[in-house]
DNA sequence: TGTAACCTGTGGTCAGACCACATGTCACCG
DNA sequence: CGGTGACATGTGGTCTGACCACAGGTTACA
């Protein structure tokens, strides 16, 4: 057995008290200093492992004293996620292309889900309908409302993990389509049919016509990602 | 503007690095006490945002001098992936019943695409199947091969999203699926019926049949976890 | 020519120090 | 008695310096 890294037994020792309830979200970590003299490891190694978590979204940490400083188990992946991916599709690991596609499976499968379901709530997600329809928005501006729209869904769908993932995937290819956008030969046109689309999106859901909204979806996402990457030409 | 965090700013340097070309996979990171003074922070800051790095499955170090050694880009998700869900299942932050919903759907769709797509490379699956049918495996044994099968469906896929993606839920519920297995009421006959359903997926798969490929596929899963589950009662 | 000793550069780890900050405490004053 | 301001405490954030283990190259020697 090749000797553990020391960063790698703080992470491990996290873990097991995660899984074996002795700590749970809300609960604070023991201080830095303290989790080395237990652990018999610098503290240095704690933060290398306590940053890992952090990034990972399963802590937050803030200075000071009292209650709310420290570490405290907080278990958020949507920040995690988002960097996993977003540093991956930076170093080439993951592919563009194969973010839209497994997001057109994932939207696919909430829509499905949201339309087959009964009466779920999708108050959010008109709410940020209308927002963004009602007055002219910056490109950056309607994207960010954009992304929220497509994320209240996933949240509407109860699947934490979906939900994640979505952020996640969206984030990494965030600059593409803000990049896209800049090239577009229309962004008024543009905009207003994807507002469009949303409408129609929604809906097919509340219809409860699942194919109706996949297929909307669908056309949405990779009809976006067609029309952006006309520019590469 | 609040002050950045050292490691951030190293994160970030990387990140653009990556982005603007001027690092690529298979190229190494300056050193450590390099970068750090390249960037105006601490290598202890350096450290923190390479262990991140490492765990999202960016870099890999190793000591020593010469061509191997150091920090080098290698873009590999899936242990980050798994890492990641793993930690937020632990804490918590996924259900677990969410992770196999989401697992359904990729896997849904991955054996849609496999079974639509010309002759896909199945090769390596096929192999997994007569390895597990070969003798007798322990329960841990055939978990792993199980799950080797699992991923080598979403390799043959292509997408490398939804590769690591799966390998990420698979890890995440990996210990849940051990202890199931052991409190089947007989292992033989579930592990037959799950080497049966490995073929009839693998099947229909070849004979081009999406929805019959899914549709055993979806038993295939949550059929293993509706069983397993009963030991909670 | 081969080989053994050495040198160098790298990550891995630790110890200690200092800072900024949020909170709690306590003495003092009205 | 009540407020209020100064201070003590404990926390994370960061840096510095040191030492180790290790892998590879280099050099000197047989």
Redesign the pocket.
């Known amino acids: 057995m090749t ?6 037994v703080v992470l491990d020792a996290v873990e097991r008290d995660l899984l074996d309830g002795r700590l749970s979200p809300g609960d ?9 003299a237990d652990l ?9 492992a ?2 890992v978590l ?1 990034v990972l979204g399963l802590i937050r ?11 405290i188990i907080v278990a958020r992946p949507g920040g995690g996620m988002s960097a996993l991916m977003r540093l991956q599709v930076a170093a080439q690991g993951f592919a563009v292309a194969d973010v839209v596609k497994t997001r057109l499976v994932l939207e696919g499968s909430i829509v499905t889900d949201l339309a087959t379901g009964d009466s779920p709530d999708l108050a959010s997600s008109v709410q940020i309908l209308t927002a963004m329809e009602g007055q002219p928005l910056t490109e950056a501006e309607f994207l960010a409302l954009d992304a929220a729209f497509h994320l209240s869904l996933a949240e509407a769908s109860g699947n934490q993990v979906v939900t994640a993932t979505m952020a996640g995937l969206r984030s990494a290819i965030e600059g593409y389509a803000r990049a896209g956008a800049a090239g577009l030969p229309s962004w008024p046109a543009t905009s207003a049919r994807l507002m469009l689309e949303h409408r129609g999106i929604l809906a097919a859901i509340l219809a409860g016509e699942a194919d109706a909204a996949r297929l909307a979806m669908h056309t949405h996402i990779s009809g976006y990602y067609a029309e952006t990457h006309l520019r590469d030409h």
Chains 1, 2 share one sequence.
């Open positions: 000797a553990p890294r020391a960063w790698q604070h970590l023991p201080p830095e200093r303290t989790l080395a018999g490891v610098g503290r240095s190694s704690v933060r290398e306590l940053r952090e940490t803030a200075v000071g004293s009292g209650p709310s400083a420290g570490a």
